[in-house]
Nanobody
Framework: QVQLVQSGGGLVQPGGSLRLSCAASGFTFSLYAMSWYRQALGKERELVAA????????NYASSVKGRFTISRDNALNTVDLQMNSLNSDDTAVYYC???????????????WGQGTQVTVSS
């Protein structure tokens, strides 16, 4: 069965960096785009970044562009989110998501990671 297992996250001071990783199994990873979403307390879940199946196309939310980088390794079946220059607005639970197809998705797919808390605070 499809599994997305996340690692990373935690508490970081403003201006700091964190790296999230998502290990996929149970499907042919290289055939699907992957995304990272986040949900802050009291807010709706939002798309943070997405990467196409071969990693050639990457999209970012305007709020994270220039600070976050999404990457994937199709040999290791992993997708990462490098987060730099973090601020309090980045505090949220972060989720990886398997897109419905190989292309950058317009909506989330059916499979989610377990979620990882990222807290930016001094």
């Amino acid at each position: 069965q499809v599994q997305l297992v996340q690692s990373g996250g935690g508490l970081v001071q403003p201006g700091g960096s964190l790296r999230l990783s998502c290990a996929a199994s149970g499907f042919t990873f290289s055939l699907y785009a992957m995304s990272w979403y986040r949900q802050a307390l009291g807010k709706e879940r939002e798309l943070v970044a997405a990467i196409s199946s071969r990693g050639l196309i990457r999209n970012y939310a305007s709020s994270v562009k220039g600070r976050f980088t999404i990457s994937r390794d199709n040999a290791l079946n992993t997708v990462d989110l490098q987060m730099n220059s973090l601020n309090s607005d980045d505090t949220a639970v972060y989720y990886c998501n398997r897109a419905p197809s190989a292309a950058i998705p317009r909506r989330p797919g059916d499979y989610w990671g377990q979620g990882t808390q990222v807290t930016v605070s001094s």
